[in-house]
């Protein structure tokens, strides 16, 4: 069973910092890309950085030059810097991983952003 976990939400004001962290439940991150969406509220899921297994990374254009993804693969955990935080980067933040038999998902870690 796949499992992920993210951790490192939290209440930050405008222009700070979180960094957040997904741990799997086995060597999956290893073998496999590894993206990172956020769901704003009444909003739908949108991608905001991802790392394939050779550590190329892209992002999306909202937040280019703020976040950062890495992966740490002995650590099965791959990571989502986020500096110079804005309002709109208020959302629930989840970290997902397709594999041959499936998606799966965190249960995604809140990070809001006060003005």
């Known amino acids: 069973q796949v499992q992920l976990v993210e951790s490192g939400g939290g209440l930050v004001q405008s222009g700070g910092s979180l960094g957040l962290s997904c741990a799997a439940s086995g060597s999956i991150f290893r073998f496999n890309a590894v993206g990172w969406y956020r769901q704003p509220p009444g909003k739908q899921r949108e991608l905001v950085a991802h790392?394939?297994?050779?550590?190329?990374?892209n992002y999306a254009d909202s937040v280019k030059g703020r976040f950062t993804i890495s992966r740490d693969n002995a650590k099965n955990t791959v990571y989502l810097q986020m500096n110079s935080l804005k309002p709109e980067d208020t959302a629930v933040y989840y970290c997902?991983?397709?594999?041959?038999?499936?998606?799966?998902w965190g249960q995604g870690t809140q990070v809001t952003v006060s003005s």
């Open positions: 790392i394939t297994t050779g550590g190329t990374t």
């Open positions: 997902h991983v397709r594999l041959v038999w499936g998606d799966y």
